[in-house]
C-alpha cells in the first residue's frame, strides 16, 4: 500500500548494532513471539521486515526490522572519504544519498545500506542498544552516521533488568552526544507501564504526528485490561465447574468402584484445571513450551505434581483441614458428604468408605458433631465425594501466579515461564471468596460431570469470584483493579 493510501501511518525504523534485541523489541511490542528470528548469533536478521500495529481494523504504525551494522567505524570514514573527495559542502541526508548510489553500498557496506535506506523512508529511528555492553567507539560511530539522516532518533536501552547493564554509563554517552530523550525498555521483562512511556518519549520526538502513538499506547493498556478480566473470568469458571462438582457414592458399591470414582474425580479436575492453563496461555499468546517444567511444578506444560497429593500440597505451601479422618494415609483432597452435609475440609475418603461401618463408629462422635444428625441417618444417607476446599485454595492461587508471570513476560523471552515453588499465601488471606462457597449448594452448575448448566445465578456467582480474583491481583501487582 502507497504512502498516499495510508497518508497517516507513522513509520519507525528499528535500527542499531547487530544482536541488540530489535527483532526481540519488535516481537514484544507485536506480542508475537514467532515474529523474525532471535537467536544469541550475529546478524540474525539480513532484511528489513514490516509489521503494523493498530487500534482496531485502523492502522496507526508501521515498524521495521532492520539489519544490525557492523562495521561503523569503517564505515564512517568511507563518508568522510566521499564527502572529501566530491568538493561539494553536502549536508546529512546528501552525503547518506552519495553513499547509497555508490557501489560500497552495494558490497562491504549491504547491510548497513539497508539500515540507512529504511531509516530516511521512516518518520523515526529507534536505536537499540544492548544496556549490558561497554560504551565503544563503534556505537558513538553509529550514531553519527544515524544522526546524517536528519531522521528523529530515540535510544532504547534494551535489557536494563540485567545485573550486567550499565544504563547510567549509557545516558551519560548519549547526552554527550546530544540526546537527552531516552527509553529504557527491557524485552524480556518489561516493566509496567514501559511500553506507554516508549510511545510517549517517541511521541516527542514527532510533535502533532505522536498523538496517534498516545492512542495506540491507551488502546494496547485497554487491551491489557481486557485480558486480565478475561483471565479472571477463566479462572473463575474452573473454580466453579471444581467447587460444585459433586460425585455419588452408593452404599453397594464395592472397595474398587468406590476407588475408581475417587481417582476419575482426582484426573476430572486436574485435566480441567489443564484446560484452563491452556486458555491462559492462548489468552497471552504464549504456549506450553514457555512454561518451566522444573519451577511449576509442570511436565511438558502440564502439572507433574499430583495435586491431591498431602506431600505436594504441604511443598506448595498450603496445609489441609482437619476433619472426621483427618490423618488418615488416603484420599487427601477430597470431602465427604453424607447426607448432603460436608464432614469437614481434608476429611480422607479412603478411610472412611473403605473401612465401611467400623471406621464410622470409631469416629461417631465428630461425624455427629459434623453432620448435627444421628449416626444411622449418617450412614443410610447418600454419600457423595468433592473437592476439598485446600484444593480450591491452590488452583485459585497458582493460576493467579500463572497469570502475574505471563504479564510481566516480553514476548521476545528465550527463557522459560519461572514460577514459585511454593504459593504465595498472602494471595488468599482468610476465606476464599464468599461466592465460592455458595457454589458448593449447586452441583448442577460443575461441567467436570456433564455438559453443566448456565444460569443467571451461576453467572453472577463467576463474575463475584472474578472481580475478587481482579482485587488479589491488584494488590499483588500494587496498581488499582479496573
Same mark, same amino acid.
Request: glycine residues 14%; aromatic residues 0%; negative net charge.
Given at each position: 500500500m502507497t504512502d498516499t493510501a495510508r497518508p497517516t501511518v507513522l513509520r519507525i525504523a528499528v535500527v542499531g548494532h547487530t544482536n541488540t534485541g530489535k527483532t526481540s523489541l519488535l516481537r514484544t511490542l507485536t506480542r508475537d513471539s514467532h515474529f523474525g528470528e532471535v537467536s544469541a548469533r550475529p546478524s540474525t536478521t539480513r532484511h528489513v521486515e514490516g509489521v503494523s500495529l493498530g487500534i482496531g481494523a485502523t492502522p496507526v504504525l508501521d515498524l521495521y526490522d532492520t539489519p544490525g551494522m557492523e562495521d561503523s567505524i569503517a564505515l564512517l570514514e568511507t563518508l568522510h572519504a566521499q564527502a572529501s573527495g566530491s568538493g561539494q559542502r553536502l549536508d546529512g541526508p546528501a552525503r547518506i544519498q552519495q553513499f547509497l548510489h555508490s557501489g560500497a553500498a552495494a558490497g562491504r557496506f549491504e547491510q548497513e545500506a539497508k539500515v540507512l535506506r529504511q531509516l530516511l523512508q521512516s518518520d523515526a529511528g529507534l536505536y537499540v542498544i544492548d544496556a549490558r555492553d561497554p560504551v565503544l567507539a563503534k556505537y558513538r560511530d553509529e550514531l553519527e552516521i544515524l544522526a546524517s539522516c536528519a531522521v528523529p532518533l530515540l535510544p532504547l536501552l534494551n535489557f536494563v533488568r540485567d545485573a550486567r547493564a550499565s544504563e547510567a554509563a549509557w545516558r551519560e554517552a548519549l547526552a554527550r552526544l546530544g540526546l537527552h530523550v531516552v527509553v529504557s525498555f527491557d524485552t524480556v521483562?518489561?516493566?509496567?507501564?514501559?511500553?506507554r512511556a516508549l510511545y510517549e518519549r517517541l511521541a516527542t520526538l514527532l510533535d502533532t504526528r505522536g498523538l496517534a502513538l498516545l492512542r495506540l499506547a491507551e488502546h494496547h493498556e485497554q487491551e491489557a485490561l481486557n485480558r486480565r478480566g478475561a483471565?479472571? &473470568?477463566? %479462572?473463575?469458571?474452573?473454580?466453579?465447574? @471444581?467447587a460444585a462438582c459433586r460425585v455419588k457414592v452408593a452404599h453397594g458399591d464395592d472397595a474398587a468402584v468406590r476407588e475408581r470414582a475417587l481417582a476419575d474425580l482426582n484426573a476430572a479436575v486436574r485435566g480441567r484445571e489443564q484446560a484452563c492453563v491452556d486458555a491462559l496461555l492462548a489468552l497471552y499468546r504464549f504456549d506450553r513450551a514457555d512454561l518451566d517444567a522444573a519451577h511449576l511444578p509442570l511436565s511438558d506444560g502440564r502439572w507433574q505434581e499430583d495435586l491431591f497429593d498431602p506431600a505436594t500440597l504441604t511443598a506448595l505451601g498450603i496445609t489441609l483441614g482437619s476433619g472426621a479422618a483427618a490423618g488418615a494415609a488416603a484420599g487427601f483432597g477430597i470431602d465427604l458428604m453424607l447426607g448432603g452435609t460436608t464432614l469437614g475440609s481434608g476429611a480422607a475418603i479412603g478411610a472412611l468408605l473403605g473401612g465401611g461401618l467400623p471406621t464410622l463408629q470409631r469416629f461417631g462422635r465428630r461425624? %455427629?458433631?459434623? @453432620?448435627? &444428625?444421628?449416626?444411622?441417618?449418617? @450412614?443410610?444417607?447418600s454419600r457423595y465425594l468433592r473437592v476439598d476446599e485446600s484444593i480450591l485454595r491452590v488452583l485459585l492461587t497458582r493460576q493467579v501466579q500463572l497469570v502475574l508471570a505471563l504479564e510481566a513476560r516480553g514476548h521476545a523471552a528465550v527463557e522459560r515461564i519461572v514460577l514459585p515453588q511454593s504459593l504465595q499465601t498472602d494471595l488468599w488471606q482468610g476465606a476464599l471468596p464468599a461466592a465460592l462457597q455458595r457454589c458448593r449448594e449447586y452441583p448442577a452448575w460443575s461441567s467436570l460431570r456433564g455438559e453443566g448448566h448456565w444460569s443467571p445465578a451461576r453467572q453472577l456467582m463467576q463474575e463475584r469470584i472474578a472481580e475478587a480474583t481482579l482485587r488479589a491481583i491488584a494488590r499483588s501487582t500494587g496498581a488499582s483493579p479496573s
Open positions: 521483562a518489561p516493566a509496567r507501564g514501559g511500553e483471565a479472571t &473470568q477463566a %479462572l473463575a469458571d474452573l473454580l466453579i465447574d @471444581v461425624l %455427629l458433631r459434623g @453432620v448435627g &444428625q444421628t449416626l444411622n441417618s449418617a @450412614v443410610t444417607g
